[in-house]
């Protein structure tokens, strides 16, 4: 038998309640911490559902719209648009990314006309319009930087002019922010925020993705690994981090989410930036399918992986499940 009053401390007397667990809960989840990425096709079809991706579907323009008012009605911040780009679009140089009437600037333009109080973000990045799929220019086989800069700041201009409220570049190429920053300030754009994939890895994990903007028959089974981050590296995530920042990043994102949970405490801890994590389509599939199987609780484990992502030290989440999440928050 124990003494009595032994242990004096004793961490259970927290967890006795349900109100003391709350209480003392260290961190929340709110729809204030969700970002939706959404997908935009350019045809007529409502929705076209992603196989790969349970639960996610491609929208027509009109069906965007629908959406997004049902993300604003439940507190959603902002969304993220990704165009499914037509192959007939898509060239080795990506023109059609600065198409000022491209599906993404049309998308942007009627979202931001139907509702205010929501933001928009945009990807900056080649590849839903590039021929072989790399975020980058493709010159003797190789993805060349400076060049591919020039064209990522025609492309940023280009979707702020359509009401873009965030920049988010996505391709990892160097000098990318500075450039961008630069470009938007000159056309007048020094409101429209940058939210840089500053930590973005060359991960297995944006398979479903590829598959969901129709770019994963263009890469072909080719990685990306001359430009986005090794897997195995930390201190260079920091590197990345710091380089944003000094030109001009608002916000800064590191990708994959859960599998970088460690990055993501380092670079929070280190830069005190608003820090965003994307739990991208692989890691989203993966609890959604093992939901579905009966495997594991697919709506608990899918709340846990969120507020694992917050007590690392995220701000927001950019999440496929942002929608399902608020309602249920709300
Ligand atoms: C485009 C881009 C990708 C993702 C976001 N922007 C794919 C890639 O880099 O190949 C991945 C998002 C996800 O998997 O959910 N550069």
Redesign the pocket.
């Given at each position: 038998m124990p003494k009595p009053g032994f242990p004096t401390t004793r961490m259970r007397r927290n967890r006795y309640d349900d109100w003391t667990r709350r209480l003392v809960a260290e961190n929340a989840l709110s729809a204030n911490d969700l970002i939706w990425?959404v997908f935009v096709h350019g045809g007529d079809e409502a929705r076209i559902e992603v196989p790969t991706l349970p639960g996610v579907s491609r929208l027509s323009i009109k069906e965007l719209v629908k959406n997004v008012g049902d993300a604003k009605s439940v507190g959603i911040p902002m969304v993220a648009v990704?165009p499914v780009v037509e192959p007939s679009l898509k060239t080795e140089d990506a023109e059609e990314a600065y198409n000022a009437d491209n599906l993404v600037c049309r998308a942007v333009a009627a979202v931001k006309e139907a509702h205010d109080g929501i933001g928009v973000m945009c990807?900056v990045?080649l590849?839903?319009f590039t021929s072989h799929g790399h975020?980058g220019l493709m010159r003797d086989g190789k993805i060349v930087n400076d060049e591919t800069v020039d064209v990522l700041c025609k492309q940023a201009v280009t979707q702020a002019k359509a009401g873009c409220d965030v920049i988010a570049p996505?391709?990892m190429m160097d000098g990318r922010v500075g450039a961008i920053r630069g470009a938007l300030d000159e056309e007048g754009f020094q409101h429209v925020r940058i939210m840089a994939?500053s930590a973005?890895y060359a991960s297995a994990?944006?398979?479903?993705?590829?598959d969901a903007v129709g770019?994963a028959p263009n890469?072909s089974g080719g990685d990306?690994k001359t430009y986005?981050m090794d897997p195995a590296n930390s201190d260079e995530a920091l590197r990345e981090v710091a380089l944003d920042i000094e030109e001009g990043a608002d916000m800064v994102m590191v990708?994959?989410g859960l599998f970088y949970l460690d990055i993501l405490r380092r670079v929070k801890e280190i830069f005190s930036m608003p820090t965003f994590a994307?739990q991208?389509?692989?890691e989203?599939a993966m609890l959604k399918v093992a939901g579905q199987q009966n495997l594991v609780d697919g709506e608990k484990v899918m709340d846990e992986a969120l507020i694992a992502c917050k007590r690392a030290g995220a701000n927001g989440i950019l999440t496929?499940a942002a929608l399902e999440t608020a309602k249920k928050l709300t």
């Open positions: 990425p990704f990807d990045a590849d839903p975020d996505s391709d994939y973005k994990l944006y398979g479903p993705f590829r770019s890469l990306k986005q990708k994959p994307y991208v389509s692989g989203y496929y």
